[in-house]
């Protein structure tokens, strides 16, 4: 089993900045990927972002592009979000997610949360005007 740990939600004004952690155990990535999803109440779940664990490329969606980073620690298990100029928009739960596909690491794949095999519990990230 591979457990996921989110931290470093809360709550920030319009403009501000986070870093989400997602903190992995239970077993030692050599491949993959990790991914960020969100979640709004009554909204369908959305990607926010993607990093191969191998080769260190990053994907986001239009909505995040130039705002939001991922990166990772290989040592640690642990990969971030960077989320800068937060808008009110961006308030939802926010969930790390593991692939451990065979399949390659495209954004077709990554973007879809039905490829990700292990979640996060979530991290509520509530951005105010």
């Known amino acids: 089993q591979v457990q996921l740990v989110e931290s470093g939600g809360g709550l920030v004004q319009a403009g501000g900045s986070l870093r989400l952690s997602c903190a992995a155990s239970?077993?030692?990535?050599?491949?993959?990927?990790m991914g960020w999803f969100r979640q709004a109440p009554g909204k369908e779940r959305e990607f926010v972002a993607a990093i191969s664990w191998s080769s260190g490329l990053t994907y986001y969606p239009d909505s995040v592009k130039g705002r939001f980073t991922i990166s990772k620690d290989n040592a640690k298990n642990t990969v971030y979000l960077q989320m800068n100029s937060l808008k009110p928009e961006d308030t939802a739960v926010y969930y790390c997610?593991?692939?451990?596909?065979?399949?390659?690491?495209?954004?077709?794949?990554?973007?879809?949360?039905?490829?990700?095999?292990?979640w996060g519990q979530g991290t509520q990230v509530t951005v105010s005007s």
């Open positions: 239970g077993r030692t990535f050599s491949r993959g990927a």
């Open positions: 997610a593991a692939r451990v596909s065979a399949r390659e690491n495209t954004y077709y794949y990554l973007k879809t949360g039905e490829e990700y095999g292990y």
